[in-house]
Nanobody, 123 residues
Framework: QVQLVESGGGTVQPGDSLRLSCAAS????????MGWFRQAPGKEREFVAT????????YYADSVKGRGTISRDKAKNTLSLQMNSLKPEDTAVYYC????????????????WGQGTQVTVSS
């Protein structure tokens, strides 16, 4: 059974940092591309970042470039997203996802999804 379990969300103030984690099990990570997406109320789910599990190559959405860092721990099968200088517009449910092909920015390319973790940025 494939499981992607996110953690690390919470309520923070603008300018704060947060580190999200995703524990992956039940799927072959070798050859996979892991990603983070987010969905704000009333908006479509949008791409945040992705990483090639083997090579470590990363891509970011313009909205988080320079503030976000995606990484993986191969030994622990864990994906992370470090977000710095958080803004109110970063408020959303953040999802971890896995794919094996397709465009990295399309939700439909991802076969597996976690349940999401809420991030709220508010003063």
């Amino acid at each position: 059974q494939v499981q992607l379990v996110e953690s690390g969300g919470g309520t923070v103030q603008p300018g704060d940092s947060l580190r999200l984690s995703c524990a992956a099990s039940g799927l072959s990570l070798s050859g996979s591309f892991m990603g983070w997406f987010r969905q704000a109320p009333g908006k479509e789910r949008e791409f945040v970042a992705t990483i090639n599990w083997i090579s470590g190559t990363t891509y970011y959405a313009d909205s988080v470039k320079g503030r976000g860092t995606i990484s993986r721990d191969k030994a622990k099968n864990t994906l992370s997203l470090q977000m710095n200088s958080l803004k109110p517009e970063d408020t959303a449910v953040y999802y971890c996802a896995a794919r094996y092909s397709g465009n990295f920015y399309h939700t439909r390319s991802y076969q597996y999804w976690g349940q999401g973790t809420q991030v709220t940025v508010s003063s």
